[in-house]
């Protein structure tokens, strides 16, 4: 039931305001050592009392006290005044995350909603503020609720706090540019100990840290990745996880974030040399490079040598220039110390054509022939992918030779 509003008070007598403590005007009264352009910014506000203009804000949706928020910096600083004081917040910042019956129910949509239109609330009353006040501001608020804490709920899986938290900070930071997103980023792994817990994770046995692992999966998932609609934004964040780590310890920060959560749920196919090619493809130079020299390195050089067949071979099926698969197994090339190991890698790559050719042929020999005759359409792919190759050698190799 609605509170019942007293109608009968009298009008404040233009008299000077009593100053109180914490800076908070008592009332919007109209007093002659107020200034004027301030007082005029508040339009017929400015004859209540702000006892009653907080009782406005009760009726008022989260939306549009987010659109009354706009009407002046006057007024945004009561609304932020009415959002510190435990009325506010406790109307405002919405707890019942733990409905054991609230996962993908009208409810957790409900909540997701309010905390969108509360994180455009707050993006709209602290617009003028630099962005690290804006955090700490925010900060300040938020720490109420423990479940918006990296170790702050005691049931994870249970509560639905960390994706309310995130919906908040993506409608928050939508627009803002890459730097001040970046200072966001490095503003929460300080607040969480981030890069310290992933250090833990990444640096430690697989398993052996598995709550810690749950928590960083929940918080970079619910809070930092799922909530956008464009790629590139999940993309910038992700960017933000991963740079600070070597290769293999992005691939197991990824696996941590994305791959399954129970051994169960683990299916162990491996994948086919010519996808693995077409990931190392899409990856780019770096990353492709980076992996093909480990295993030369490692003397993986047969391993290596199959590789650079399903790369010709996904590079003549998507028709891209052969040429750069030659060129990158030049680059290869380099890493081996010795004029032997590179001689002896090379005649493996020969080698590994030919073996790849008979495996495919085999079965269409034998009979075994798809609908769709994908077999033969592969091998028939291979072979030209073969003769493309070697004609980007022997260019290479001529102009290698006239210079």
């Known amino acids: 039931m609605a509170s019942r509003v007293n109608t009968s008070f009298t009008l404040i007598p233009n008299q000077k305001c009593k100053q109180r403590t914490n800076h908070q005007p008592s009332y919007f009264c109209n007093t002659p050592d107020l200034d004027p352009q301030l007082l005029s910014t508040l339009g017929n506000f400015k004859v209540l009392p702000l006892e009653i203009f907080h009782i406005i804000l009760r009726y008022l949706s989260v939306k549009d006290i987010g659109m009354l928020s706009m009407v002046s910096k006057t007024v945004s600083q009561h609304i932020i005044n009415y959002i510190s004081t435990s009325s506010g917040s406790r109307r405002l910042l919405i707890q019942n995350f733990h409905n054991l019956d609230l996962s993908g129910t009208k409810e957790e949509t409900h909540l997701l909603d309010h905390y969108r239109a509360l994180g455009l609330l707050f993006k709209r009353c602290t617009l003028l503020l630099p962005t690290k006040d804006r955090l700490k501001y925010i900060h300040k608020i ?21 994706p309310c938290y995130g919906m908040f900070l993506q409608t928050l930071t939508a627009g803002w540019d890459e730097l001040e997103c970046h200072r966001v980023y490095n503003y929460l792994c300080e607040l969480t100990n981030l890069s310290r817990k992933m250090q833990t994770v990444v640096c430690n046995k697989p398993g052996s840290s598995r709550k810690l692992e749950l928590r960083i999966r929940l918080f970079c998932r619910n809070v930092l990745l799922d909530h956008w ?88 099926k998507e028709l891209y220039c052969m040429d750069w698969t030659v060129r990158m197994m030049q680059k290869v090339c380099k890493v081996f110390s010795t004029a032997a190991e590179r001689k002896s890698f090379l005649q493996s790559v020969a080698n590994a054509f030919a073996c790849v050719t008979m495996e495919m042929l085999q079965p269409i020999m034998s009979g075994e022939r798809d609908d769709d005759d994908r077999g033969f359409l592969n091998l028939f792919h291979l072979l030209h992918a073969q003769a493309n190759f070697h004609k980007e050698v022997l260019y290479l190799t001529m102009n290698a030779s006239s210079s």
Do not use: H
């Open 142 to 162: 938020l720490s109420e609720v423990s479940c918006f804490k990296f170790n702050g709920c005691s049931a994870p899986l249970q509560c639905v706090g960390l």
């Open 229 to 316: 609609t464009q790629r590139s934004d999940s993309a910038f964040w992700l960017t933000r996880i991963l740079k600070p780590w070597p290769m293999v310890n992005q691939a197991r920060l990824l696996y941590i974030i994305f791959g399954p959560t129970a051994p169960q749920d683990v299916v162990p196919r491996e994948w086919l040399l010519e996808n693995n090619a077409r990931l190392l493809i899409l990856s780019g130079n770096n990353i492709c490079f980076t992996f093909m020299a480990s295993k030369a390195v490692n003397g993986r050089a047969i391993e290596l040598a199959r590789l650079i067949v399903f790369l010709a071979l996904v590079c003549e």
